[in-house]
């Protein structure tokens, strides 16, 4: 038997499969863009065709998109981010203690002690350190941005770039670039003031223990796992499945669930016709774009929210 697992972002959705050892069999990553039912269904299309639905004994949702994929699939758990990376992390190494996690859009911290979370942290509001952010510089650079934690690597000299923020970051990189500075070290001055910035905001007055575990999709740059072990003085870890973990967590929570009989509606959700549209959220400054998910013009959910006002239900 198998157990699905299913990471909504607002970057990237994340799907996987494990068996009954927690070994993943199948893993799909795809781009939200803003469609999350759409990138879900996209997910099954590729999925349908090496597991059969019938083999499926339970689903587990994640992410800022956990409703709405919920109930678009049959979930049996709906978990937050927290609990399902921590779940993720324990079972590849129960000596974890700190979780860092840098996604697309968001970085989080959690603080474990004897197998439980102790603390946590999230960061939404700043964007400096998360993967878009990086990818645009990357794109400014002219730099892929598989190759940016190699050119990090290179550098002998790097540059100090101010990391408070998006903003400034980005400005400072301008201006350095513009005074003739080698890429590499900029590259590198740049994980290290996003570092900085990460832990003197997301994890402020945190307890950050060995050994050290980093996840989400920016654990692929090199360095910046680097940065972070000068800054920590420790080796961090990077798991096999750095960019999946939310989902594995998910679909470990599935498995923990031990249930007879699943909800799973089944692969076949993937030829479904869902609509989708949007309105701006008035309810904040941050005047949100929340995409309405229809189904023959009944609402099934909401996606887009920052704070969750609306993401964090769906219709019955």
């Not at 960061?123 to 050119?151: H, M, W």
């Not at 003739?180 to 900085?196: H, K, N, P, S, T």
């Amino acid at each position: 038997m198998y157990y699905l697992g299913i990471d909504v972002g607002s970057v990237s959705t994340d799907i996987v499969v494990i068996d009954e050892n927690f070994n993943v069999v199948e893993s799909v990553y795809l781009r939200t863009k803003g469609r999350p039912i759409k990138a879900v269904q996209e997910g099954f299309k590729i999925i349908k065709d090496k597991v059969k639905s019938a083999d499926i004994a339970g689903v587990g949702t994640t992410g800022s998109g956990r409703h709405i994929a919920a109930f678009l699939v049959g979930a049996d758990v709906v978990k937050n981010e927290i609990t399902s990376h921590a779940v993720a992390a324990l079972s590849l190494d129960k000596d974890v203690r700190t979780i860092i996690e840098i996604g697309g859009q968001d970085s989080k911290i959690i603080t474990l002690e004897n197998g439980m979370i102790t603390d946590f942290a999230m960061n939404t509001v700043c964007a400096a350190g998360t993967g878009s952010f990086l990818d645009r510089q990357a794109e400014r650079l002219e730099i892929p941005i598989e190759e940016f934690g190699d050119y990090a690597l290179k550098s002998k000299n790097p540059v100090r770039i101010a990391g408070r923020c998006a903003v400034f970051a980005e400005s400072d990189m301008i201006h350095k670039q513009q005074l003739g500075f080698a890429v590499e070290d900029i590259i590198r001055g740049l994980c290290e003031a996003l570092v900085r910035n990460y832990l003197n905001n997301v994890a402020k007055g945190k307890d950050i223990k060995s050994k050290i575990f980093f996840q989400g999709g920016v654990a692929a740059n090199k360095g910046m796992k680097r940065a972070f072990e000068e800054a920590l003085g420790c080796e961090v870890f990077v798991p096999k499945h750095y960019n999946m973990m939310g989902a594995i967590g998910a679909a470990i929570l599935s498995a923990e669930k031990r249930s007879k009989w699943t909800n799973f509606k089944g692969f076949e959700i993937a030829d479904v016709n869902y609509e989708t549209a949007s309105f701006e959220c008035n309810g904040c400054s941050n005047l949100c774009e929340v995409a309405v998910i229809k189904c023959e013009d009944k609402v099934i959910g909401y996606f887009g929210d920052r704070c969750g006002r609306h993401s964090g239900k769906v219709a019955v």
